[in-house]
Nanobody
Framework: QVQLVESGGGLVQPGGSLRLSCAAP????????LGWYRQAPGKERELVAT???????DDADSVKGRFTIPRDKSKNTMYLQMNNLKPEDTAVYYC???????WGQGTHVTVSS
């Protein structure tokens, strides 16, 4: 089963921005409903943003107005644009098909001064 590959994490100061990428080697992303998830230390994994096959996006209340999913169909890549980052956004971020698929390695995001 093809795993999605996350990248783009790192250390950023509060108020900063990061753009995460989700690549799908050998799998056309456009035919799947997709999600960005995160798991903070000591907490359960949570869904933070979704992208449907028709391009509809939605965000969790905790990130609404700060996180978006810009999509570049030509690159078969899904992104998560994260602005105005807060310390509570610190987590490992994953992308996955909403229904089916498997978890990848994730990418670490640390928001700290």
């Amino acid at each position: 089963q093809v795993q999605l590959v996350e990248s783009g994490g790192g250390l950023v100061q509060p108020g900063g921005s990061l753009r995460l990428s989700c690549a799908a080697p050998g799998m056309p992303l456009r035919i799947y409903d997709l999600g960005w998830y995160r798991q903070a230390p000591g907490k359960e994994r949570e869904l933070v943003a979704t992208l449907t096959t028709v391009g509809t996006t939605d965000d969790a209340d905790s990130v609404k107005g700060r996180f978006t999913i810009p999509r570049d169909k030509s690159k078969n890549t899904m992104y998560l644009q994260m602005n105005n980052l807060k310390p509570e956004d610190t987590a490992v971020y994953y992308c996955k098909r909403r229904y089916g698929g498997s978890w990848g390695q994730g990418t670490h995001v640390t928001v700290s001064s």
